[in-house]
């Protein structure tokens, strides 16, 4: 079955940075785009990036445009978030999911999700 | 980018049915047959519960479906159950910024 496991959350200071890896497995990792979506504290699902099945195509939420880049190792099934220029407004928990068909150049389903890793920016 | 526009809470009695409103616009909801509902439990993963407008995913419920109408989508649940009660999101593709959005999300309280 399909199965995401992300990693690399922590505290960070304002300012810094920090790498956030999905794992995947159960599935031809290279055929599906990957998204990040995060939740702050008490609030709603944000979404913050999508890369293609192939990498080919990146696209980024305003809030997080010029300081996340989305990438993947597809020899590896792991799609990454390096966060730069990190702020008190990125505290949340980070999900990554798939996107819901092979292949898929139109998106918006998200089938399957990481049980989430959280990023806390605090000095 | 803007999110888009759910109520903030609905609740209804178990085995009742209740509806919940999702509202973008014509650069998202309104044009594209990718509006996804997600069921979110506190500290759990959020899970797909209707995609392209009206499909519901193997191992969904049937009690879940989903509409459309121009800007405007629905999710409604029929039969509602304890377990039902969680926050749900709408989302869409949005050509505006060839990108994803969510709605804010709304709380189902069953009764």
């Known amino acids: 079955q399909v199965q995401l496991v992300e990693s690399g959350g922590g505290v960070v200071q304002p300012g810094r940075s920090l790498r956030l890896s999905c794992a995947a497995s159960?599935?031809?990792?290279?055929?599906?785009?990957m998204h990040w979506v995060r939740q702050a504290p008490g609030k709603g699902l944000e979404w913050v990036a999508i890369?293609?099945?192939?990498?080919?195509?990146?696209y980024y939420a305003d809030s997080v445009k010029g300081r996340f880049t989305i990438s993947r190792d597809n020899s590896r099934n792991t799609v990454y978030l390096q966060m730069n220029s990190l702020r008190a407004e990125d505290t949340a928990v980070f999900y990554c999911?798939?996107?819901?068909?092979?292949?898929?150049?139109?998106?918006?389903?998200?089938?399957?999700w990481g049980q989430g890793t959280l990023v806390t920016v605090s000095s | 980018q803007s999110a888009l526009t759910q109520p903030a809470s609905v609740s209804g009695s178990p085995g009742q049915s209740i509806a919940m409103s999702c509202t973008g616009t014509?650069?998202?909801?309104?044009?594209?047959?990718?509006v996804s509902w997600y069921q979110h439990h506190p500290g759990k993963a959020p899970k797909l519960m209707i995609h392209?407008?009206?499909k519901r995913p193997s191992g969904v419920s049937d009690r879940f479906s989903g509409s459309k109408s121009g800007n405007t989508a629905s999710l409604t649940i029929s039969g509602l159950q304890a377990d039902d009660e969680a926050d749900y999101y709408c989302?869409?593709?949005?050509?505006?910024?060839?990108?994803?959005?969510f709605g804010g999300g709304t709380k189902l309280t069953v009764l």
């Open positions: 999911a798939r996107e819901g068909y092979p292949h898929s150049t139109d998106y918006g389903t998200l089938d399957s």
């Open positions: 159960g599935f031809t990792f290279n055929s599906y785009g």
């Open positions: 890369i293609w099945y192939d990498g080919s195509k990146k």
């Open positions: 014509s650069s998202d909801v309104g044009s594209y047959k990718l």
């Open positions: 392209e407008d009206t």
């Open positions: 989302c869409s593709y949005g050509s505006s910024s060839t990108s994803v959005v």
